[in-house]
């Protein structure tokens, strides 16, 4: 088994805002930084190389990230362990808080690719029923032991 995640955003402002310019000037750099993560498999993209422009709810605002890892390690050492973690703790200059669950995971099978309304039925699925087999956050997954150290003083992503 593989494990997928998926993750929204707020934008602060439009993109096109000059305010925006620090987080879009390092999407690429973010990009590839998980890439060259050994236990990374996959992301959903669209023609520009990024999902911004994919939309998953109504609201142009919203950002979608779904990738899909290795193992629990691979994706923990992405997101505290590269820029990832050094943009994540800027994340308030670009994003809005978002009062509901806004990060789900999930296990599976390898070589499934899942699409953006499999990440967005999974969110859902963990904001009306909390965490279980089918959706679940870090606090879940015994094996992360860098999101209870590193986490750039973030509460429970399933309260956050």
Request: hydrophobic content about 40%; proline content about 6%.
């Amino acid at each position: 088994m593989h494990l997928a995640q998926f993750n929204i955003s707020k934008n602060r402002y439009p993109l096109s805002d000059p305010r925006m310019k620090g987080f879009l000037d390092n999407v690429e750099r973010v990009h590839r930084a998980a890439e060259q993560i050994d236990g990374f498999i996959w992301r959903l993209h669209d023609e520009t190389g990024h999902a911004m422009n994919i939309r998953v709810y109504d609201d142009p605002e919203i950002l979608p990230n779904l990738t899909v890892w290795r193992d629990v390690e691979s994706l923990e050492r992405f997101v505290w362990q590269t820029v990832h973690s050094r943009l994540y703790a800027r994340r308030e200059e670009w994003f809005a808080l978002i009062e509901r669950a806004k990060f789900v995971m999930w296990w599976i099978p390898e070589g499934h690719r899942p699409p953006m309304t499999e990440g967005r039925d999974r969110l859902e699925y963990l904001r009306e029923h909390g965490p279980s087999d089918h959706a679940f956050g870090w606090d879940q997954l015994p094996a992360a032991k860098l999101y209870k150290t590193a986490r750039c003083g973030v509460q429970s992503e399933h309260a956050a």
